[in-house]
């Protein structure tokens, strides 16, 4: 469809849903020449009106819903709990900001495993205990990616040695 049928088609979906089924007299009144594509859309009834099938399931729908909300309100709604508290679940799971549980010896390796010394390590976990909290006062969530954005910088890197008396094996 063109935007003018679009238009045609979604003005005669208002004008059915207010006003039932349309008379041709109706259709040409409100937008002149109907396209074909238009009135294609459209079935005519026995009385010679025209509507959209779809639209009046949706209405006979949305009408069954409404007469269930008020069926239920009359009964007068969702029972409550004897405790007085509401009987359904809220609708997200609260969010817990509780601290890290992590040990000094798994942030050691991750900082050696990584070029970092191990007292870069040990400075990394004594500034974040014992609340695992940030300088905004925000709780540190995942602590690998604090030490690679916050403490993971070139000037921080260990310098790799050549072992001499171990040839495979680099020192930091």
Same mark, same amino acid.
């Given at each position: ?108 390796? &991750? ?13 990394? &976990? ?47």
């Amino acid at each position: 469809m063109t935007f003018e049928e679009r238009g045609q088609y979604i003005t005669l979906l208002c004008l059915q849903h207010q006003k039932g089924s349309l008379n041709e007299k109706t259709i040409r009144l409100s937008i002149g020449n109907v396209s074909v594509d238009v009135l294609s859309k459209f079935t005519k009834d026995e009385n010679g009106n025209f509507y959209n099938e779809r639209l009046n399931t949706e209405i006979e729908k949305r009408s069954a819903f409404v007469d269930s909300r008020r069926e239920n309100g009359s009964k007068g709604g969702r029972p409550k709990k004897p405790n007085g508290l509401p009987s359904a679940k809220p609708n997200g799971k609260p969010k817990k900001n509780l601290p890290i549980n992590v040990n000094e010896n798994e942030i050691i390796d &991750y900082f050696i495993n990584n070029g970092y010394s191990k007292e870069l390590a040990k400075k990394f &976990y004594l500034h974040y205990q014992p609340d695992w909290k940030d300088a905004n006062g925000k709780v540190v969530k995942d602590w690998k990616k604090k030490a690679q954005v916050v403490w993971f910088k070139e000037e921080n890197k260990q310098v790799k040695r050549f072992d001499p008396s171990n040839p495979n094996q680099m020192i930091y």
